[in-house]
């Protein structure tokens, strides 16, 4: 089971300051809970994102004005420092464990695309992600997508090709492509054009230049 620890935070903690601190403010909102204010611990939370990613629920464990609340969420938004990568702010959202929840999961290529292999074609890989529908307790971390059944040119795997457990029901359009064989582009070598007009010009002008010169008589 995925835990997390988190404390409340108010309004009038800076946010450079706790940061600082080592820890992540973050918010918390959903199924029976008023949007909360807490900070996580960087470390922690960095961890469980790895292995939970943003489909997996979490046991968030909220400590403040002297009593603890456990709610199951799941990570709604994470926005990262533009230059170190690390997670400045984090959206949580509390959901109902008895009720099906959409989310959006990655996909995972695996294999080899035979097309691709024997030079037919070059494989492009279209969507990195998909959306499904499950309740919480059955939602996967990703999906497998095999890229060996790519035999031939403009061969292509659609989402309604992804094999999914039972429980779990693919909202994203079936006929969307995942994946496919494209045509290799030849590169085309432009040559310059050729500028008539400066030939013309100097054709003249070498015209002119004889034409004004004097023969010279021989002695």
């Known amino acids: 089971m995925n835990k997390l620890t988190a404390v409340k935070r108010s309004k009038a903690d800076k946010l450079k300051?706790?940061?600082?601190g080592g820890?992540?403010?973050a918010v918390v909102y959903g199924a029976s809970v008023e949007n909360t204010?807490?900070?996580?611990?960087?470390?922690?939370?960095?961890?469980?994102?790895?292995?939970?990613?943003e489909s997996s629920t979490i046991t968030l464990e909220i400590s403040g004005d002297k009593t603890t609340k456990k709610l199951?969420?799941?990570?709604?938004?994470?926005?990262v420092d533009p230059?170190?990568?690390n997670p400045i702010h984090i959206d949580?959202?509390?959901i109902d464990i008895n009720k099906p929840v959409e989310v959006t999961i990655p996909v995972e290529f695996e294999g080899v695309a035979p097309a691709e292999k024997n030079g037919l074609g070059i494989l492009v890989k279209v969507m990195h992600e998909v959306e499904i529908e499950a309740l919480p307790k059955n939602l996967p971390h990703n999906v497998v997508v095999d890229l060996s059944s790519l035999i031939a040119l403009n061969d292509q795997i659609h989402a309604k090709d992804i094999k999914l457990a039972k429980e779990v029901t693919l909202k994203t359009n079936g006929d969307e492509v995942i994946a496919l064989i494209a045509p290799i582009k030849e590169e085309v070598v432009e040559e310059?054009?050729?500028d008539l007009s400066s030939i013309e010009v100097e054709k003249k002008g070498k015209k002119e230049e004889e034409a004004g010169e004097t023969p010279t008589k021989s002695e």
């Open 17 to 20: 300051t706790i940061r600082e």
């Open 23 to 25: 820890m992540v403010p």
């Open 37 to 53: 204010s807490i900070s996580v611990p960087s470390v922690d939370f960095e961890k469980i994102l790895k292995v939970a990613g």
């Open 72 to 79: 199951e969420v799941l990570i709604h938004d994470v926005q």
């Open 83 to 85: 230059v170190k990568g």
């Open 92 to 94: 949580f959202l509390a």
């Open 192 to 194: 310059a054009p050729v």
